[in-house]
Structure formats: C-alpha cells, structure tokens
T-cell receptor
Framework: AQSVTQLDSHVSVSEGTPVLLRCNYSSSYSPSLFWYVQHPNKGLQLLLKYTSAATLVKGINGFEAEFKKSETSFHLTKPSAHMSDAAEYFCVVSDPPRQGAQKLVFGQGTRLTINP | DTEVTQTPKHLVMGMTNKKSLKCEQHMGHRAMYWYKQKAKKPPELMFVYSYEKLSINESVPSRFSPECPNSSLLNLHLHALQPEDSALYLC????????????FGPGTRLTVT
C-alpha cells in the first residue's frame, strides 16, 4: 500500500528565508505525488503535482518540489518565505485506481509558521 | 469556473436533527468525493461517486447518507449524528474517476450538540 511520511510536524522560519518541508513516500508502482496547502479554516488548495514528467515541479506562489526516486522523496521548497505562507501543508500520494476511482493518501501534515 | 462550492459554511445541529450538506461544481468533473477532517488531522475519505454512481464507501456509518442527483451536485444527508461527528466536511472533484488530481471546496464546519 502507498504511504507518505512528512518528517516534520512543525516548521518555523523567518520571513524572507528559505522554506523546506520534507516528505518521503512509499509506493509499489509509479505514483502521482502532490502538495496541498490548507490555510486556517479553509479547504485544500493544490500547490503542485508530479505525474512522471519533469522531476522538478514548479507550483503556485513560488513553491517547487523535486521528485527523487532513489531517495523516495518529494520535498517542497521556496526560496523566500512570506507571511502569507503560514498554513498547514500536506504531502499526498495517489493509490492505484480501485473500483474505477483513485484514492489519495495524505501525510499527517506540516504546520509552517513564519516569523516576522 | 474552477471552483467547488459548499453550503452552508457552518452548521450546528442537535443529535436528533436531520440536515444536509451541499456541494456543487461546474467544471464538468465526473468524480466527486466527501472527506471528513478532524482538527489538526489530514482529511479522511468517506465516499466516492464516479459518473453519478457510488463507487467507494469507506465503511461510513449509515447516519451519513450521500446522494448525487446529477453530475454537478453532491449532497451529504445527516441524521442522528453524534458529537464525535463534529468536524470539517470537505467536498472534492476530479475530471474523471481515474484521475488523482482533486479540487477541494472550502468545507462545511459541522458542530453536533
């Protein structure tokens, strides 16, 4: 079965410094991988996705992630943090299709705090 | 229109009430999902509809009853809920059932008293 481990439950950085949110995955097949962001009391917004094309994926709001098969990692980065980046971030892997549908497997989330 | 909308935003209901949550999308997506999210936890899948038919029920108690009247609309009927059912209920859609990329609505914050 597919699984995702987000290595940090909480990351705190200063505004203007780089952000690194770490994610390792386990998959028995070639997975699709995603990062979603959830601001307080809001729904989830897709930041970026990897679907076996380029290994370096660029997303919205200056975020990017690199798929490293040898390390089974899909870490999320941003060169310079902004106060509006404070949110919960979920790394997600897709399960193989079942009964015609594809289930998402979520990591436990990383809370990103930005210090002024 | 790339939006999934959910109503109401907030709902407070007693354990004997009957209420419904509504989700709508006009992106032409043919798969729709209900998730439950407790505080500080990731979303948990409840139901999947593929081409307006229920394809996955993740062993959800019968006090939650989903309905998909047409390809744009998804309802979740609630009856005799328990306080532990209080959570954020998220709706999502994807273009086709086999596509992993899902678009989420803002959620309904449900409180059961």
């Amino acid at each position: 079965a597919q699984s995702v481990t987000q290595l940090d439950s909480h990351v705190s950085v200063s505004e203007g410094t780089p952000v690194l949110l770490r994610c390792n995955y386990s998959s028995s097949y070639s997975p699709s991988l995603f990062w979603y962001v959830q601001h307080p009391n809001k729904g989830l917004q897709l930041l970026l996705k990897y679907t076996s094309a380029a290994t370096l994926v660029k997303g919205i709001n200056g975020f990017e992630a690199e798929f490293k098969k040898s390390e089974t990692s899909f870490h999320l980065t941003k060169p310079s943090a902004h106060m509006s980046d404070a949110a919960e971030y979920f790394c997600v892997v897709s399960d193989p299709p079942r009964q015609g549908a594809q289930k998402l497997v979520f990591g436990q989330g990383t809370r990103l705090t930005i210090n002024p | 229109d790339t939006e999934v909308t959910q109503t109401p935003k907030h709902l407070v209901m007693g354990m004997t009430n009957k209420k419904s949550l509504k989700c709508e999308q006009h992106m032409g997506h043919r798969a729709m999902y209900w998730y439950k999210q407790k505080a500080k936890k990731p979303p948990e899948l409840m139901f999947v509809y593929s081409y307006e038919k229920l394809s996955i029920n993740e062993s959800v108690p019968s006090r939650f009853s989903p309905e998909c009247p047409n390809s744009s609309l998804l309802n979740l009927h609630l009856h005799a809920l328990q306080p532990e059912d209080s959570a954020l209920y998220l709706c999502a859609s994807s273009q086709v059932p086999g596509q992993a990329e899902q678009y989420f609505g803002p959620g309904t914050r449900l409180t059961v008293t």
